[in-house]
């Protein structure tokens, strides 16, 4: 099977302007969260979504925000930038309610660089 | 707050030796734990996980250990390899959502030949 993939790989963006992040998770997954990872903060929970809705929100302000597709592929979109997004943001896929399905695995991120 | 503590930043092994890093965690709701293995610019890898009416879990050359009593948990490799050299997270989840990983800070480990 296909892992998850995530595109753009890499984005730089300016303060002030929105961007929009993809990911498509390996197949029959049907949920998929997304995390952020900075040096300071670590790997932090942005928000999950299965079966197009979102079940689960990290602490994260209202900037960010996501959807999930019928066909499970989400998308992540940050509006107003701020230097601080500048971050590597990951997504990761399950199959919850399946045994063993609780692991989630992961995309190779996209590393986002606001100027 | 942090709900899971990994207290060495980075740990050194000889090759062919035994490597442990270990985990903390304070929520005893947790009830499912993972490590992750990951490089610079990449997704985290999955290795292994614990379900918490495990005490052990084996899979090839790592084993995770898991001590419910004292909130802790261990990543076994044996033996270490060149290729293990990498930043190793553990994980957990289980309290507000089996999809939301809590990770701690990372341990940053080192294959010495």
């Known amino acids: 099977k296909a892992g998850v993939t995530q595109t753009p790989r890499y984005l730089i963006k300016t303060r002030g302007q929105q961007v929009t992040l993809s990911c498509s998770p390996i197949?029959?997954?049907?949920?998929v969260s997304w995390y952020q990872q900075t040096p300071g903060q670590g790997l932090q929970f942005l928000f999950e979504y299965f079966s197009e809705t979102q079940r689960n929100k990290g602490n994260f302000p209202g900037r960010f925000s996501g959807r999930q597709f019928s066909n499970s592929r989400s998308e992540m979109n940050v509006s107003t930038l701020e230097l601080g997004d500048s971050a590597l943001y990951l997504c990761?896929?399950?199959?919850?309610?399946?045994?063993?399905?609780?692991?989630?695995?992961f995309g190779p991120g996209t590393r986002l660089t606001v100027l | 707050d942090q709900q899971v503590k990994q207290n060495s930043p980075s740990l050194s092994v000889q090759e062919g030796r035994i490597s442990i890093l270990n985990c903390d965690y304070t929520n005893s709701m947790f009830d499912y734990f993972l490590w992750y293995k990951k490089y610079p610019a990449e997704g985290p890898t999955f290795l292994i996980s614990?379900?918490?009416?495990?005490d052990k879990n084996e899979d090839g050359r790592f084993t995770v250990f898991l001590n419910k009593s004292a909130k802790h948990l261990s990543l076994h490799i044996v033996p270490s390899q060149p290729g293990d050299s990498a930043v190793y997270f553990c994980a957990a989840s289980g309290f507000q959502g089996a999809q939301k990983l809590v990770f701690g800070q990372g341990t940053r480990l080192t294959i010495n030949p």
């Open positions: 197949s029959g997954h049907r949920s």
């Open positions: 990761a896929s399950s199959t919850p309610g399946l045994a063993g399905g609780d692991t989630q695995y």
């Open positions: 614990i379900s918490s009416i495990k």
